[in-house]
């Protein structure tokens, strides 16, 4: 072990959920090693328009917010689940506000001042707190900075696991991580009594993304090649409303222009929502996805406009300075002219199974965020639920390791890793190709509306990539883009199987083969098992 530092906790990922648990853990005398794959703010989070949902306003109760969040997880939210997370709403955002975000605010009739709060899709009320149109940024900054300055938190970037160590022993506890150092291209060994996973999302499988380009499921594929049973990955959300422009790189344009009055236009000026859904443009975003999605396909159009210019001015630029400026960079002014909107991938509501305590199958590892299936979201979820996930059970994780860690033996001896038989690659070609052949089938074969042919057809092409991927890996030395396509096709082999398992349209997953939704017994979630060799 040569080149290893031992940690108490090795978190692995800087967003919300995993700077949140460090923060949580740092004032107990413990040291914590927080790694980001690049720099710290290419999180998901930093880029999270939208809000934090919570219920502060006085015609709205927690009970309502459990029912939208019910009624959007299509019967496969765990209620339990829904209920704990739902109730901490109050207190998380009181917790972000002591680390220094501060969040919109309005003056009410008698001259207080209040959180200003949004409406967006799915919900009943305004429970959307937020900073203007750009609350992850303003969160993930505040953070950041917190964890800058806490002694016991070590901060690494271009930092990229190449895999997650766990014991021989029946037990099989996990012990630590190899990690690429991507500046130096040296793999090191990082041993910690605690490693917990809060990699994020997995929409960087599909071709158009309103994801950064870190979304490529890596804590999801360490988990399942380590043990762990993932669940329910065949619920892909796809964001409804994506800027449509060549050089964009796929802003999105937050739900809450439609929480505010936008409307959705066909190229001609006529609205067509009213055709899918009684709530029109607050629908659920799968519906509202599937609807633009048939539209374009349809009439055979590039994409849909989304349209808010009716509103003054002066209440789009207060409202949506980020949106505007972005668009306005584009020769798009959204004060006098409709955006043109096209869905894309944007969360996974899947993920590593977990308890109410952010535990996975295997001792001592920990999963939070979007990397994790916690039960909250079913089959859809629900807007601005996903930050508030992460405050959640980064708390419910933090109380968990700090009563487990004082029984947590320091782990054994670890071999450092051994590049001896490898080489460095001559054909970087064959990474950036599989790349885009396997984002491009999986938007095509496993996108908005999926049938049992277009799955066979994606599983036939995972095969053979992972074939080629394997023979690639077994005999070069590790880049970040090699393990970030080495993890994309287990995970989009495993949208693939859930999405296979799935006879029925429920949520998000939509298949022209089984349009309805089969109520003939009770919902069930997708749940994978790794047999033993899918596991090295």
Sequence with gaps: MSNSQHYDVLVIGSGGAGLSLALKLADHS?????????????????????????????????????????????????AEIVRLTVTHGKSSID????????????????????????????????????????????????LIERAQ?????????????????????????????????????????????????????????YLYSTNPQSSTGDGIALAWRAGCRVSNMEFMQFHPTCLYHPHAHSFL??????????????????PFMQHFDPRE????RDIVARAIDHEMKKRGIDCVYLDISHKSEQFIREHFPTIHQQCLEFDIDITKQPIPVVPAAHYTCGGVLTDSYARTDLAN???????????????????SNSLLECLVFAERASEDILQKLPGIVPPPEIPDWDESKVSDSDEEVV??????ELRRFMWDYVGIVRTDKRLSRAMSRVELL???????????????????????????????????????????????????????????????????????
């Design 466 to 536: 992972q074939k080629e991927i394997t023979e690639y890996y077994s005999n070069f030395r590790v880049t970040s883009d090699l393990l970030e396509l080495r993890n994309l096709v287990i995970v989009a082999e495993l949208i693939i199987r859930c999405a296979q398992q799935r006879k029925e349209s429920r949520g998000l997953h939509y298949t022209l083969d089984y349009p309805e939704t089969d109520d003939s017994k009770p919902a069930q979630n997708t749940v994978l098992t790794p047999r033993p060799f899918e596991r090295h």
């Design 30 to 78: 413990m040291r914590i090693a927080v790694l980001s794959k690049f720099a710290l703010t290419t999180a998901s989070t930093y880029y999270a328009q939208g809000g934090i949902s919570a219920v502060f306003g006085a015609d709205d109760s927690i009970e309502s917010h459990i029912d939208d969040t019910l009624d959007a997880g299509a019967g496969l939210c765990d």
């Design 281 to 284: 443009e607050l629908a659920p």
């Design 149 to 205: 300055e806490h002694a016991n938190i070590e901060l690494f970037e271009h930092h990229n696991v190449v895999e997650l160590i766990a014991t021989k022993d029946a037990e099989k506890r996990i012990i630590g991580a190899y990690v690429l150092d991507s500046k130096k291209q040296q793999v090191k060994t990082m041993p910690a009594r605690v490693v917990v996973l809060a990699t994020g999302g997995a929409s960087k499988a």
């Design 431 to 436: 990474v950036s190709h599989n790349w885009e």
């Design 95 to 142: 917790w972000l506000r002591q680390q220094g975000v501060v969040f919109t605010e309005e003056q009410t009739a008698s001259g207080h001042t209040q959180l200003h709060l949004n409406r967006e899709g799915g919900h009943s009320h305004r429970r959307i707190v937020h900073t203007a149109d750009a609350t992850g940024k303003a969160v993930s900054l505040s």
């Design 365 to 383: 590892l920990y999963a939070i965020g979007e990397v994790a299936c916690t039960g909250l979201h079913g089959a859809n979820r629900m807007a």
């Design 253 to 270: 344009i937050s739900e809450a222009v439609r929480g505010e009055g936008g409307k959705l236009i066909l190229p001609d000026g006529s």
